[in-house]
């Protein structure tokens, strides 16, 4: 019996993918995306620096009886930073959060102690979401990107994220079946919908609104997402299953995905104001002409030296560690003033040479 929230996901008769979320066997939402991996690309680009520093305060209050009530508001104000911010991040954690607060206590003797874990455990998973963005920002940055490391093939790079992170090798999603509304040989989700809208659970309901327009209906598959790294897995495996690829902004940086074929350099998020990167980039590069392309060339040779020198570290005990090789956090804080570098030169703020001066390690 699946748990509670959870996310139904169909892929629709309409060629879309479909994420019904239910908070409870009574309450479900519905949205859509034209393609898979939006919402894991949204998460690795998620700016955290305000959750953190949510989270470091609700770590610094004494995990006593005494501050129990003051932890626990303090958790889920860090929650609540995330609340609109991505699509199921925070659907996933409030709802893993009410989950170990609301679980039944039986050891009547020591209920303060017992509760005092429950928090302890709440704050774990706040922290777990920090490792997950790390963990899945190398997976799109070593398997989904084919501009980086483009001396190894993509298969390589894969095999070398699952040395790293074997646990990939032993996780699981859920797919269930049900009788669902049919169309196309896919689920009928206007059927569909309306039948959760409407609340119907007779049978001769059923079978009645599942023939008027579609194929009747069929026993069919859905995924069964109950936690946030499932989602993320999903996501993650459907892209490289899919053949889907990323691609980073020639404008803002950031990553996006590759939907077809067509050579696309810009994404559709705004940019300043109601504008998108794809509406304002490409002609902005053309006034800033050739020269332009030549140091943002020059901008992904860095990134991908600097990356590499990361990623030769990972693994290495302190001790081993080179000269040229870059630890985690050192390769973060490279990254954020690499960026800030870059922005600052695709808005005109500074030369090109300044922005290959910042970023150059050597």
């Avoid at 170990?100 to 704050?123: F, G, H, M, S, W």
């Avoid at 032993?170 to 269930?176: D, E, I, L, N």
């Avoid at 980073?248 to 994404?267: A, E, M, N, Q, T």
């Avoid at 870059?326 to 808005?347: D, G, H, I, N, P």
Wanted: aromatic share 12%.
């Amino acid at each position: 019996m699946a748990q509670y929230p959870h996310i139904r996901v169909f892929y629709g008769s309409d060629g879309l993918v479909h994420f019904m979320p239910f908070a409870d066997s009574e309450h479900n939402g519905q949205y859509a995306e034209k393609h898979i991996g939006q919402g894991l690309i949204d998460f690795v680009e998620l700016d955290l620096s305000k959750y953190r520093l949510w989270l470091e305060a609700a770590k610094s209050i004494p995990l006593t009886t005494q501050h129990y009530q003051k932890v626990r508001d303090a958790v889920y104000d860090a929650a609540e930073t995330l609340k609109h911010k991505h699509s199921y991040v925070f659907f996933f954690l409030v709802g893993l959060l009410n989950n170990i607060v609301n679980t039944p206590i039986y050891y009547k003797d020591d209920i303060d102690a017992e509760r005092l874990k429950q928090l302890a455990v709440c704050l774990e998973e706040l922290g777990r979401v920090i490792e997950l963005q790390e963990i899945f920002r190398e997976a799109v940055d070593m398997c989904l990107n084919k501009e980086n490391r483009p001396d190894k093939i993509m298969s390589e790079r894969l095999c070398e994220f699952m040395v790293g992170h074997p646990e990939f090798g032993s996780a699981a999603v859920k797919m269930q079946y049900a009788l669902l509304p049919k169309k196309k040989g896919k689920v009928d989700i206007d059927t569909l919908r309306d039948i959760h809208d409407w609340k119907l659970t007779e049978l001769d309901d059923l079978l009645e609104i599942m023939h008027q327009d579609g194929e009747g209906v069929s026993l069919m598959p859905y995924y069964l997402i109950e936690y946030l790294d499932e989602m993320l897995f999903f996501e993650f495996t459907e892209m490289l299953k899919n053949g889907q690829y990323v691609k980073r902004c020639k404008l803002c940086g950031r990553y996006f995905v590759l939907v077809d074929k067509r050579k696309r350099d810009f994404c559709d998020r705004p940019y300043k104001g109601k504008r998108t990167c794809k509406q304002v980039g490409a002609k902005l590069f053309f006034e800033k002409g050739i020269e332009a392309d030549a140091f943002l060339q020059q901008y992904l040779t860095e990134y991908n030296k600097v990356y590499s020198r990361r990623y030769r570290a990972a693994g290495k005990y302190d001790g081993e560690h080179s000269g040229r090789d870059l630890t985690e956090e050192q390769f973060k804080a490279w990254s954020a003033a690499a960026s800030q570098a870059r922005r600052e030169y695709v808005e005109g703020k500074i030369f090109g040479e300044e922005m290959l001066a910042r970023i150059r390690l050597d």
